[in-house]
């Protein structure tokens, strides 16, 4: 080793010792008379002194000459500080340098290695190697090994088995487009990477691998939505010889473990919601349920008035804003700008004030009256202080409308503490989904979803109403985790394939193996994948998940550091037997 | 959950219980008047029994319909065996069964699910599900899943950081071929699979890391030899501020761990050699140490006399087969017989028995005589009742040939106990190896290997004899671990890819990102990848990788249980902008 210590270690009871450190030059200052060198690594800073008196007169030039990032290596003496520095642990002392190497000298970094740093993001991900040295992005991913630690640890300790599944499989036209692998022994012919070991993970289910589990990278060639990445990494697990209630209960032990050891929180248990609950109560299928503001639907409270918009719609629902009362008529004027926005879509809204006094003030006192109003701050559980603001419309656009004001309110109010974690379970997801442009239904989670066993029948006669056995683990407003009990007999996939639009050819080239191992005894099984990006981020408090990526890419897909993709010699086009257009 | 306990943990203290169980049908036996089924699951066999006088006359026939495969829940009671079996860990009770659920069927498999099965290598990957099911396999994956997490957990220990490095990134021309990626939302341009993490945990070193490891799947698009697979598993290694001995220390802790905790093995420290004496004593640099038979260099002693082979040959050669003087004459030319077959390739072979009375007979008694043979016995180590096997040539190819025949005679001498591990270092690589073929030189472990500092000048006069600070871990006679010291600086990196015979300009284009990240502080590195595939297959006392990898390969690269590679829509390579040709 260059060292004997690292830079995090030495205390005052080391002082004395002859130490050898190594480490990346911070920060230094030169006082003339005495010069002082911030040294960093991995494990903290300790600092460096080189002073006239006893530091011989060429190493301190040379320690003079230090820039910002050298690399160095010094033997010396752990001394007392004069003036101590109690914000960082190794603050009380500091090495007297006898001996300096520079192992490596360093450019001017083309950002500063600081927490705040001055570099912008696409100059980070260009020096991502920089970027990493910053003790933010580190931390990250210092955090996100311990996090994967933790679950390895957990789900063996639970009798899963970790099984590696591959990654150069087999093309499948469904859902999100996979990334293909042209094979130059097999010409013309294609692998695919997984968007998920799906089919595989069921495999095992019919191996008779009873529990297992995988952390693995995935990969969908999707355009790509902020904070997406096309590979990203999934904890994917899956049960045989298991109902609903026996996953939910695993991984929200899961769950729990990881929310106790990583971030010191105990949670007893995770609340539950249908998906037509929350979507009737929060408007959406992952809630942020750190905050209240529940929907109250008002369509029984402002019919049979003058006010036509509310006459008409579909649905009118509204939410208490807490304190929302203090909003000057220009902050409303603003909300109401807010929902107009095409990204949002609302026709506009109504507003009722709270006031103190208890009586309301709002902008359609010409239609309805003080009992009116005490109705729907009833409904919406307003209280004297509030606002309560509500859309109408079309059920499904303004509970999507109100879903986002509802964020957004919460987001100015300061209600989504990152330190807090809400998490719940959303059960009962609809089976199938209408696509309008396809004009036909989509499996909602995937084609080997079990729909709910006495609602087979419905299949025919009212498909859009069919619930299936499927869940997400929402946390703090994001999904974090979701999964299904599997289809495990032949005839079902095969029903399930038709109503999804397969002919039984298609269904047979694509699904043939998984419906062939259905027949020799596969068991009932189910699972949930967890999108280990974004669990990572949230337990670490934040939101964009790129920082807890150690290389990510950017928001073409690409890899700016190593410029990739790239064009490739035409020598290696023709041997895989492909042309570029 | 459908059971309440699982088919391996039953005991006689659990005898009268209630239980419900499920498995898979292994075997049933119907005696009439009784019927007994053996049930199994991931975690062992329960015997169920089904008797007349207990069990009602509808639930008899069900039992006696069972078929092979299917997959079965049952209710009933914990009862004493009339006949215990001390084979199974439950074999002391058996379940009176109350109710029988049948919870899928199977069809017949098409090979039999015992631990010898009946099925053929192509059978069992086509229905690797069935096969996964046999005891065998099963042990093999959760082997596996052990080594690893205890891979994981030593190196956590010692600070390792596990990071997720890209699956999309950029090919290189260097090395065995890339598996390329073309990308949808960049036309024209590709990623490519990576062969290792190599660059970017360089990287991360130059980051700050400071220790990385990641268990990561790799890729090679190279032509398959027997026993390898197109993607393949590491145990991906790194570490800062390190000379090599720190990097033998810390593996060599991690390999003793393992084979304690996993196989029960203490090995106190690893023996080493150097490349040259590796070459030098077994003609090979993964060298099996289970057993002797040491290479005894004869050419001193073997010179000035008529026998012209000898005297024309850079290297004389030989070894010791122990007991080997009990050969037959027809054994011998078997031996001969084998050394000459063109995968060999030798010209012939000298032998010298030892008799038991300390005479010598030898295939060239004309040439030698008794005092000779007692040199070349002193020198070979061979004893009274051995036999000395000499071949001769030029020295790369006769030790090589030499090399094979040391193993094959330990095969048949049955000296490679799988139980017996015997592991060792090679040290002192060559830098470079010169390419017959395409007449240049290739980096012998790879572009990144620090030359020996002290050699770095010998890189224009004589490159072939520069050493590397490379070493192989080498267990079995297999290599499962190889590293190097890297070059941590631009200049010397700069002179390595020219002296590989990459322009300024190639050399910047394929690895300017790291050349560049070598300016800003790269600090002194170095690591180890390990086979993590070979690993646990020797670690489990076997020679095959192929059972230890859940969905193996082919040795054409397919998957013939999905049937991938395939050919993929015309559409599909519209969008990449890509024709076949």
Redesign the interface.
């Known amino acids: 080793?260059?060292?004997t210590h690292?830079c995090g270690e030495l205390r005052t009871s080391d002082i004395n010792q002859t130490v050898t450190l190594?480490g990346?030059v911070q920060k230094s200052r030169d006082k003339g008379f005495v010069t002082w060198v911030d040294l960093?690594?991995?494990?903290g800073i300790t600092q460096l002194i080189f002073d006239a008196d006893r530091t011989n007169k060429n190493l301190m030039e040379s320690a003079k000459k230090l820039g910002r990032?050298?690399?160095i290596q010094v033997n010396g003496t752990v001394i007392e500080r004069a003036s101590k520095n109690s914000n960082i642990p190794t603050g009380d002392i500091e090495i007297l340098v006898s001996d300096l190497t520079i192992?490596?000298?360093?450019?001017l970094?083309p950002f500063t290695i600081e927490d705040e740093t001055d570099g912008g993001e696409e100059l980070r991900m260009k020096?991502?190697?920089?970027?990493?040295?910053r003790n933010s992005v580190?931390n990250n991913?210092?955090f996100?090994?311990k996090v994967?630690?933790e679950v390895?640890?957990y789900l063996?300790l639970k009798d899963f088995?970790?099984?590696?599944?591959?990654?150069?499989?087999?093309?499948t036209?469904e859902g999100a487009?996979?990334?293909?692998?042209?094979?130059?022994?097999?010409?013309?012919?294609?692998?695919?990477?997984p968007q998920s070991p799906q089919?595989?993970k069921q495999?095992?289910m019919?191996?008779?691998?009873?529990?297992y589990f995988q952390i693995v990278?995935c990969?969908r060639?999707e355009?790509?939505r902020a904070d997406r990445q096309?590979?990203f990494?999934q904890i994917d697990c899956e049960m045989a010889?298991?109902?609903q209630e026996?996953i939910l209960e695993t991984f929200e032990g899961l769950t729990k473990h990881l929310l106790k050891v990583i971030n010191g929180v105990e949670i007893n248990s995770f609340p539950r919601l249908t998906y037509d609950e929350a979507m009737k109560i929060y408007g959406n299928d992952k809630p942020d349920i750190r905050f209240d503001m529940k929907f109250g639907e008002l369509n029984a409270v402002t019919q049979h008035k003058e006010f036509k918009v509310f006459n008409n719609s579909e649905l009118v629902v509204g939410i208490a804003v807490p304190g929302g009362n203090n909003y000057s008529r220009k902050d409303i004027d603003n909300l109401i700008d807010w929902v107009k926005r095409p990204q949002i879509g609302a026709s506009g809204m109504v507003y009722v004030r709270c006031n103190e006094d208890g009586s309301y003030k709002s902008s359609v006192d010409k239609f309805f009256d003080q009992d009116d109003f005490a109705k729907w701050a009833k409904l919406t559980s307003a209280k004297e202080g509030d606002l309560i603001c509500i859309l109408s419309g079309k059920k499904n656009e303004v509970r999507a409308q109100l879903s986002a004001l509802r964020m957004e309110l919460a987001e100015r109010l300061n209600l989504r503490d990152p330190k807090e974690f809400a998490p719940l379970w959303i059960t009962d997801f609809p089976l199938l989904e209408w696509d309008s442009e396809a004009k036909c239904y989509h499996a909602m989670h995937h084609p080997f979803t079990a729909p709910k066993s006495n609602q087979i029948a419905l299949l025919d006669t009212n498909p859009a109403s069919v619930k299936a056995n499927a869940y997400d683990l929402v946390l703090n407003g994001n999904e974090i985790g979701g999964g299904s009990i599997r289809i495990?007999?032949k005839n079902t996939q095969a029903l399930m394939l038709k109503h999804l639009g397969f002919s039984e050819d298609e269904a047979k080239e694509q699904f043939g193996?998984l419906m062939n191992?259905?027949?020799?005894?596969?068991?009932?099984h189910g699972g949930i994948a967890f999108g280990l990006d974004r669990l990572v981020a949230i337990l670490g408090g934040q939101e964009t998940i790129r920082d807890f990526?150690?290389?990510p890419?950017n928001n073409?897909?690409?890899?700016v550091?190593?410029?990739?993709?790239?064009?490739?010699?035409k020598e290696?086009l023709d041997?895989?037997?492909?042309?570029?257009?």
Chains 1, 2 share one sequence.
Do not use: C
């Open positions: 080793m260059y060292r690292n190594t990346w960093r690594d991995r494990y990032e050298f690399v192992l490596n000298s360093s450019k970094p020096y991502r190697y920089l970027d990493i040295r580190k991913l210092i996100r090994h994967t630690q390895r640890a063996s088995i970790e099984v590696e599944t591959p990654y150069l499989i087999k093309s036209p487009r996979d990334f293909v692998v042209p094979s130059r022994m097999n010409e013309g012919q294609f692998y695919a990477l089919t595989f495999l095992l019919v191996g008779g691998m009873d529990k990278k990969f060639d355009d790509l096309p590979e990494t010889f298991v109902e026996d495990h007999d193996f191992a259905f027949e020799y005894g596969a068991p009932p990526i150690a290389f890419k073409s897909g690409r890899d550091m190593i410029d990739a993709p790239a064009p490739i010699d290696q041997e895989l037997g492909l042309k570029t257009k």
